[in-house]
């Protein structure tokens, strides 16, 4: 028998999920791949990850040019530090976190070198 504290209860139940899932909080997407290539990507060759980078280097690299790129466009003083996505890359597995981080800081100090010094 269906009662309407059955009716509520499970529509509070969907609603809970669909938030959940809304939020990303329901799933963790770590990132498994190379970097996305897209226009604007490669604008010179500079902005390319070494090829003896692992996957997540060249991510963190990729990361850490357009991190710079923002950073100009919005005329902020360049700092590595006050980009969120090198201070906590949650969106990276755990053990490759560190490499990371690692790319994204070669690639802001190759970007800032590049954009805001004429390098």
Do not use: C
């Amino acid at each position: 028998m269906i009662t309407k504290r059955t009716t509520t209860r499970t529509a509070t139940a969907l609603l809970s999920f669909a938030l959940l899932a809304a939020s990303g909080v329901a799933s963790a997407q770590y990132y498994q791949g190379p970097p996305p290539q897209g226009p604007g990507y490669d604008r010179g060759g500079w902005d390319a990850p070494p090829p003896q980078f692992a996957a997540a280097q060249q991510r963190g690299f990729h990361d850490g040019v357009e991190g710079a790129r923002r950073d100009f466009d919005n005329h902020r003083r360049p700092d590595v530090n006050n980009r969120d996505e090198y201070r906590n890359p949650h969106f990276i597995a755990p053990p490759d976190r560190q490499s990371y981080r690692e790319g994204f800081r070669q690639g802001y100090r190759v970007a800032v070198e590049h954009i805001y010094r004429g390098r």
